[in-house]
């Protein structure tokens, strides 16, 4: 019999220090979702790979902030786990996360479809509360109704797209934060259906790769541990999608 992983709590907690970015300020996987929320269609793109990336984006949040290790094996597998001399994070998601990886290193492919799914519904509700996201009902036949999704127009999604595009298209120099986002567009196969607000070309393609590589150029040379760590956890996501779509 086939051993399941545990199931990561997701209970809030309290006076824990840690924050994502800053008091109330959304998660890296909240980004992720509300870009790849597409407002003319009210779908997200990417749906049948979807948990995959959003547990990648939850780890490569955590490794941004140092809150997590990442290794490799002499058999060559990558482990995560949690670094415990920094104070846990106080986001009730990225907790969850950090607290699965904090007993004992874990496989990527172990991590990822144990914190992955019901990200989805969580994180759209998060989006729905702050605004960036609403949900409508309209009839079909007349007289069924039915819930939608729409885009609340607040500009914080074309605010960032517009950002990644200026990494993608211009070459501009990422933050650490905006390079991990676009590298994790990048792992979840749908840059494409970006275009044409992100042309789909051979430049903006080399230069998504060199974001999943971590080369996020001078401005984030800071950032050197926690780009090396998002770019191996970046590249097990893209493997593991790729295995999952091979099987559907």
Same mark, same amino acid.
Do not use: C
């Given at each position: 019999?086939?051993?399941?992983?545990?199931?990561?709590? +997701?209970?809030?907690?309290?006076?824990?220090?840690?924050?994502?970015?800053?008091?109330?300020?959304? #998660?890296?996987?909240?980004?992720?979702?509300?870009?790849?929320?597409?407002?003319? /269609?009210?779908? !997200?793109?990417?749906?049948?790979?979807?948990?995959?990336?959003?547990?990648?984006?939850?780890?490569?949040?955590?490794?941004?902030?140092?809150?997590?290790?990442?290794?490799?094996?002499?058999?060559?597998?990558?482990?995560?786990?949690?670094?415990?001399? $920094?104070?846990?994070?106080?986001?009730?998601?990225?907790? %969850?996360?950090?607290?699965?990886? %904090?007993?004992?290193?874990?496989? !990527?492919?172990? !991590?990822?479809?144990?914190?992955?799914?019901?990200?989805?519904?969580?994180?759209?509700?998060?989006?729905?509360?702050?605004?960036?996201?609403?949900?409508?009902?309209? $009839?079909?036949?007349?007289?069924?109704? #039915?819930? !939608?999704? $729409?885009? %609340?127009?607040?500009?914080?999604?074309?605010?960032?797209?517009?950002?990644?595009?200026?990494?993608?298209?211009?070459?501009?120099?990422?933050?650490?934060?905006?390079?991990?986002?676009?590298?994790?567009?990048?792992? /979840?196969?749908?840059?494409?259906?970006?275009?044409?607000?992100?042309?789909?070309?051979?430049?903006? +393609?080399?230069?998504?790769?060199?974001?999943?590589?971590?080369?996020?150029?001078?401005?984030?040379?800071?950032?050197?541990?926690?780009?090396?760590?998002?770019?191996? +956890?970046?590249? /097990?996501?893209?493997? #593991?999608?790729?295995?999952?779509?091979?099987?559907?």
């Amino acid at each position: 019999m086939t051993e399941q992983p545990d199931e990561p709590s +997701i209970e809030a907690r309290t006076e824990t220090p840690w924050t994502a970015t800053g008091p109330d300020s959304p #998660t890296l996987p909240e980004d992720l979702l509300l870009l790849l929320f597409q407002p003319e /269609s009210g779908v !997200v793109a990417g749906e049948t790979t979807l948990f995959y990336v959003l547990a990648g984006a939850a780890l490569a949040d955590l490794a941004l902030h140092e809150s997590v290790a990442v290794t490799t094996t002499r058999a060559g597998a990558i482990t995560v786990e949690a670094v415990r001399d $920094k104070p846990p994070p106080s986001d009730e998601i990225l907790l %969850s996360a950090w607290e699965y990886v %904090s007993d004992t290193p874990r496989g !990527v492919q172990t !991590v990822v479809p144990a914190i992955g799914p019901g990200l989805r519904h969580l994180l759209l509700e998060r989006l729905i509360a702050r605004g960036d996201i609403r949900r409508d009902s309209r $009839k079909v036949f007349g007289f069924f109704r #039915t819930t !939608v999704l $729409k885009d %609340s127009r607040n500009g914080r999604r074309a605010g960032l797209l517009e950002e990644v595009r200026d990494v993608l298209v211009d070459r501009a120099e990422p933050t650490a934060r905006i390079a991990a986002l676009a590298a994790l567009l990048w792992a /979840s196969g749908t840059l494409p259906q970006f275009d044409p607000q992100i042309p789909w070309t051979s430049a903006v +393609i080399d230069r998504a790769r060199e974001m999943e590589r971590g080369n996020w150029g001078a401005g984030a040379a800071g950032e050197a541990v926690a780009r090396t760590m998002t770019a191996v +956890i970046v590249n /097990s996501i893209i493997s #593991t999608t790729a295995v999952a779509s091979s099987h559907q």
